[in-house]
């Protein structure tokens, strides 16, 4: 449900952009943003002042046995490492594709009013994608291939996409050719980040004590 209002925010706003750049202009986007913070922090803090929710965590975390879970002890269980180097794995390839989509698209629209209307129609249309995916995509392809393939296919998209966009780089005339490549590997992150890796990483969570899950 939380998933499901993000992505209905991600594109009513995105959707949204083009109208807001024009009436606005692009540097008064800020200031909504800033609005939209403020109130995220005030319902933080609400949630956090009633009694039924309780978001403290204790100082120390511990085990049953009552042992301290340090970064060595936890550094020594195979299964964490494994998790740690997934997680990193796709810190380098969003880092990678961030870089390389903001350039792309930062050099195709000069104009700040035009990019900032594209990057909000791009994202109220991966967002769209990304809520088909996850609501059709899911569970067909993690229940029938494992999560495996759902943990593989960002990571060799990216391999595949990326290489194709230094592919198209090196022929003449290719400018609106890799905008488009960049546009697709963005896109594919975005979906298959929600639809296929973050389901299938939270599930290898999921055999973990609650204390070793908080802790790692």
């Not at 961030?98 to 629209?109: E, L, P, R, S």
């Not at 291939?145 to 990216?158: E, I, T």
């Not at 966009?165 to 590997?185: K, N, Q, R, Y």
């Not at 299938?200 to 609650?210: C, K, Y």
Request: hydrophobic share 55%; aromatic share 10%; net charge neutral.
């Amino acid at each position: 449900l939380i998933g499901s209002g993000e992505l209905a925010a991600r594109i009513g706003l995105g959707l949204s952009i083009p109208v807001l750049v024009r009436w606005l202009s692009t540097p008064n986007l800020l200031a909504i943003s800033i609005v939209g913070l403020a109130g995220c922090v005030g319902l933080l803090a609400a949630v956090r002042a009633s009694p039924q929710v309780s978001l403290d965590e204790p100082g120390e975390v511990k085990e049953e046995g009552g042992s301290s879970l340090s970064f060595m002890r936890l550094a020594r269980d195979n299964y964490i490492v494994m998790l740690w180097s997934v997680a990193a794995c796709y810190t380098i390839c969003y880092l990678f594709i961030f870089q390389i989509f903001y350039d792309v698209a930062a050099t195709h629209f000069p104009d700040e009013a035009q990019l900032a209307a594209f990057l909000g129609l791009y994202q109220a249309f991966s967002g769209l994608l990304a809520m088909l995916a996850g609501s059709f995509a899911t569970s067909f392809v993690l229940g029938r291939f494992g999560l495996g393939v759902g943990l593989l296919a960002f990571p060799v998209g990216v391999v595949l996409s990326g290489s194709c966009i230094a592919l198209g780089a090196m022929l003449p005339g290719s400018a609106l050719l890799v905008f488009f490549l960049a546009v697709g590997m963005k896109i594919q992150d975005d979906t298959i980040f929600l639809a296929l890796y973050r389901p299938a990483f939270q599930t290898l969570r999921q055999p973990l004590s609650p204390e070793r899950r908080g802790a790692a």
